[in-house]
């Protein structure tokens, strides 16, 4: 898969952490991996892990400094073969099915390339998940190309058993490597 660009979008989910082995399992399969972090995500996890698993900056801001002349948001939308938000929050979910865009994930989703595949985990409390207002964004995203894996049922981390777990990374990644073969 050398070439391929993955732009991992990490939101604000409880779930963040597991990302970092996404983020690992992709760059071991020959992905070039851009980490774009909303700042609800680095409650639960710093840029840290990501920059030295993926070997590149991590974008935290929709204003960080470029290299070049071309906004981190543009470059990145430009260059990817795959958008994977993983996890996926209600709120991402939200923005990207009604073209929200006040940080540098949903710029990046309105920006895309458009021959770009776009794959997303949700993760989020079953009651959200299963909200009439998500499902309809789910079904906007689907109508426009993106493709959902999960989430799963199990023990979710308020206390609730249910839909809403994230799948499993390792599944993620077999995912997001067949989307761009």
């Known amino acids: 898969m050398s070439g391929k660009t993955v732009i991992l979008g990490v939101t604000g989910s409880i779930a963040a952490h597991r990302a970092v082995d996404l983020a690992s399992l992709l760059v071991k399969d020959g992905f070039s991996v851009h980490v774009v972090m909303t700042a609800d995500a680095q409650r639960f996890v ?21 290299d070049g002349w071309k906004p981190a948001h543009v470059e990145l939308a430009d260059a990817a073969d795959l958008l994977l938000i993983a996890p996926a929050t209600a709120n991402a979910l939200a923005k990207t099915a009604h ?9 990046i989703a309105l920006a895309l390339n458009p021959q770009a595949a776009v794959l997303i985990a949700p993760a989020m409390n079953g009651k959200m998940w299963l909200h009439p207002a998500t499902q309809a964004n789910v079904t906007t995203l689907k109508n426009r190309g ?14 609730y058993e249910g839909i809403g777990r994230l799948w499993p990374v390792e599944k993620i990644a077999q995912r997001a490597a067949a989307r761009l073969r």
């Open 99 to 107: 073209g929200l865009a006040d940080d540098a994930l949903s710029c």
């Open 146 to 159: 993106a493709e959902f894996i999960g989430p799963e049922k199990g023990l979710l981390s308020c206390g």
């Open 46 to 66: 710093t840029p840290l892990p990501f920059k030295t698993l993926s070997r590149n900056r991590v974008v935290t801001d929709l204003y960080d400094v470029e």
